[in-house]
């Protein structure tokens, strides 16, 4: 389950790729029987059409981009975003399938299961990207998405020539999502604390070798994050309950005033861009 203060930081890159590992073994290969939506409005109202495009189709696979979700098929693709609070469940008990609740936006029925969309808040997307406009890469809201941070496309290098000049503090710059892709506001926080970088360094100033550092800490804290998401994928898939996010032991997040667990100094919470920062004054400089 999430605290509270993570609410408006959820769902985070692991996330979206942990929920699509719990989705994609049951909706690869398979027919969509019929499609449910019974709440159009989300940030973009769910495309009228989506029930034509996609009913007797089949979904070939499930890949993601940055926290987009691209369910492809013969025609095109579904595009899903789970915004703050969006969830995607695979229910397989037909005969006692829940009855639908109020925020439960869109069901996707198989023969066997059905994939239930809901979000309370309804800042999360539902969209259909036909392939007669172009591959999916081109949609408008993934093309100027920055690099995976699993890509052999990011470096420490790439992090330290797109910042050059940059007076933007470090955090904000990881954050801004046109460098590097699932660095949100928990991630960016303990990447920092991985690599030993104060937040608030002015991003142009940081060096090549601590950028060297921080590519690192930002592949190994999202693979822990994926990692600790995978072994409780139950709640993901299957149940019905509320929070299906994972929590990790965060090094920093969350933690203000309580003891750095390196070097005991209380850990401090600050507001850069009206988003919580928290760091050890003593182990990050
Ligand atoms: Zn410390």
């Not at 892709?181 to 960016?188: H, K, Q, R, S, W």
């Given at each position: 389950m999430c605290p509270p203060a993570c609410l408006l930081d959820m769902p985070e890159l692991p996330e979206v790729e942990v929920t699509r590992r719990g989705i994609e073994p049951y909706v690869a290969g398979r027919r969509v029987q019929r499609v449910?939506?019974?709440n159009f409005a989300l940030r973009w109202p769910v495309p009228a059409t989506l029930a034509r495009e996609l009913e007797q189709r089949v979904i070939h696979k499930v890949e993601r981009r940055g926290k987009y979700l691209l369910f492809e098929l013969d025609d095109g693709w579904l595009?899903?975003?789970l915004g703050m609070t969006g969830t995607l469940r695979v229910l397989r008990n037909l005969p006692a399938l829940p009855p639908a609740a109020r925020h439960d936006h869109i069901d996707w029925i198989f023969d066997e299961f059905v994939m239930r969309f809901r979000d309370p808040r309804r800042f999360g997307a539902v969209l259909w990207h036909p392939r007669a406009s172009g591959g999916?890469?081109?949609?408008p809201l993934l093309a100027s998405l920055g690099v995976e941070p699993f890509s052999s496309a990011f470096s420490g290098t790439l992090l330290h020539r797109r910042t050059r000049g940059r007076t933007v503090s470090i955090k904000q710059a990881l954050m801004a999502g046109d460098i590097?892709?699932?660095?949100?506001?928990?991630?960016?926080?303990e990447s920092l604390f991985r690599a030993g970088i104060r937040p608030s360094t002015p991003a142009g100033r940081v060096s090549l070798p601590r950028y060297e550092l921080l590519a690192d800490a930002i592949r190994a804290t999202l693979a822990a994050a994926i990692d600790k998401g995978g072994s409780t994928l139950r709640d993901f898939v299957g149940s019905n309950g509320e929070s299906g996010y994972f929590q990790l032991d965060y090094f920093v997040y969350d933690r203000a005033g309580l003891p750095c667990h390196a070097c005991g100094v209380p850990i401090r919470h600050i507001v850069q861009g009206q988003r919580s920062t928290y760091y050890c004054t003593r182990c990050q400089r």
């Open positions: 449910d939506v019974r595009i899903v975003h999916v890469l081109e949609h590097v892709v699932g660095v949100g506001n928990i991630y960016a926080s």
